[in-house]
């Protein structure tokens, strides 16, 4: 084999397989992580302010959420928190109950601290869309949660360590004014 060759083929294993150490060193480092969050205040006021804050919405009458009404949701334990433990992404895990859905969802939703107590935005952050099919699911079963919640956590992964360290500005960047406009106006679509 030429030398070139031996050299390329050698250069794609070694980028390929530090790629797959590195999303298994960041999917460890995060449930150590989350392990320990788990056992703070932040992550139990968060939580809770989530889970109550879209149950709210519901009764409201808030349209962008009325979905939930039609799936089957739940607020994933995993609480992607910047190193102040004052912001953050959770993750909004929907199964479709639809008889002929084709896919299920995950929502991002952020938390940010204001005035000693945790507000949660719901609107305009990215989603995630889950095909059924590409999945190799039997059809009209729907993705599992737990499946939902690792798929969408390593997709957060991606962004969320720099350097074996949270990047705070990875999660501190949804939280601007505009996020505030469009919570405003999602609160007001009823």
């Known amino acids: 084999m030429k030398p070139q060759i031996l050299s390329i083929l050698l250069t794609i294993v070694l980028a390929v397989t530090t790629g797959c150490s590195t999303e298994q060193e960041k999917t460890k480092m995060f449930n150590d ?97 889950y095909m059924r099919e590409r999945l190799k699911l039997t059809k009209n079963l729907p993705v599992p949660m737990d499946i939902l919640s690792k798929l969408s956590r390593e997709e957060l992964l991606k962004g969320y360590y720099k350097n074996g360290k949270i990047d705070d500005s990875f999660v501190n960047k949804a939280y601007t004014d505009d996020l505030k406009k469009r919570h405003l106006k999602f609160l007001n679509e009823k």
């Not at 932040?42 to 519901?58: D, F, G, M, P, T």
């Not at 409201?60 to 334990?77: A, R, S, T």
């Not at 433990?85 to 938390?111: F, H, K, S, T, W």
């Open 33 to 129: 992580q989350l392990k320990k969050s788990k056992l703070t205040q932040s992550y139990k006021e968060v939580l809770s302010s989530a889970r109550h804050n879209l149950q709210q919405w519901i009764a409201d009458g808030v349209e962008e959420v009325q979905i939930l009404k039609e799936c089957k949701w739940k607020v994933d334990d995993a609480i992607f928190f910047n190193s102040k433990q004052d912001r953050c992404y959770l993750l909004l895990l929907m199964q479709d109950n639809a008889p002929d859905a084709e896919v299920d969802y995950v929502y991002l939703i952020y938390g940010a601290v204001e005035n000693h107590e945790w507000k949660i935005y719901f609107s305009s952050l990215p989603n995630y869309v």
